[in-house]
Every structure is written in structure tokens, then in C-alpha cells.
């Protein structure tokens, strides 16, 4: 697994849940492991976010308050079974 970025998404001044809905469509167009930079300034996207990992299955492998940005970089994990 690379610690390069795939993806570099520059979300700022969408306002929830856009910031979310957009890192899970790019997160589903790449690879398992692959690692998705994201930046935002919606300040709700630093509890939606680690949520939306958990969730999802993905792995948020860092947070990081900038003061004017919140930047993320999240790793693509396993499909999930969406069926039941």
C-alpha cells in the first residue's frame, strides 16, 4: 500500500453532507488500499467523516486541523456486502 495519495480532493466550501457523499464516490472508483487525500471546510465533516469510515468500512488514517482547512486522508477498504 502507497502512502501517496491516489486522489487529492479539494472539497472546500461545499457544506454536509456533499464533503462525505463526495469522498465515498471517489473512494468506490478506487482500488482497496488505496489512499483518497481530502480537504474541507465544513466544519461538521470532522465528526461525519470518522463516522462514515466506521461505517463504511474504510480506514481514516489521519485528521488534521489546519485552522482554515480540515484535511483527511482516508484508505479505501474492502468491498462491502450490501445485500441481506
Known sequence: MSDTPALSLDLRGL???LPVL????ALLAQP???LVE???TDRASWIDVPHFCTHAGHVLES???EGD?????VRRG???NTQD
Open 15 to 17: 457544506l454536509c453532507p
Open 22 to 25: 463526495r469522498l465515498r464516490k
Open 32 to 34: 482497496e488500499g488505496a
Open 38 to 40: 481530502m480537504i474541507a
Open 63 to 65: 485528521a488534521t486541523d
Open 69 to 73: 482547512v480540515l484535511r483527511y486522508l
Open 78 to 80: 474492502p468491498e462491502q
